[in-house]
């Protein structure tokens, strides 16, 4: 009864800027923890950045300096400058989440949205 959607994906030129935005809804009782994931042709999904409650943040060197998690209630952003071809991928919002008190945290994942980065 968890849903994540993701938006904001497009196609830019390298050095761009653009911002993804999730929002989580449906049968939820807490979010210990929010992240993005991406995943290019033929490659392995790999970690993007996450951010935990009380807001530790953490990043894949390759996007250190140019990326930007944050998250306010239910609703991550993932704020990236400075883009290169190499960051075209199917980027997926992730979260870990309770849907009620008393039971184990479960993590869901949204439909993704394509970033393309041309050259």
């Known amino acids: 009864q968890v849903q994540l959607v993701e938006s904001g994906g497009g196609l830019v030129q390298a050095g761009g800027s653009l911002r993804l935005s999730c929002t989580a809804s449906?049968?939820?009782?807490?979010?210990?923890?929010m992240g993005w994931y991406r995943q290019a042709p033929g490659k392995q999904r790999e970690l993007v950045a996450t951010i935990i409650s009380g807001g530790t943040t953490n990043y894949r060197d390759s996007v250190k300096g140019r990326f930007t998690i944050s998250r306010d209630n239910a609703k991550v952003y993932l704020q990236m400058s400075s883009l290169k071809p190499e960051d075209t991928a199917v980027y997926y919002c992730?979260?870990?989440?309770?849907?009620?008190?008393?039971?184990?945290?479960?993590?869901?994942w949204g439909q993704g949205t394509q970033v393309t980065v041309s050259s």
């Open positions: 992730n979260a870990n989440i309770k849907t009620r008190v008393g039971i184990n945290s479960d993590y869901y």
């Open positions: 449906g049968t939820i009782f807490s979010i210990s923890a």
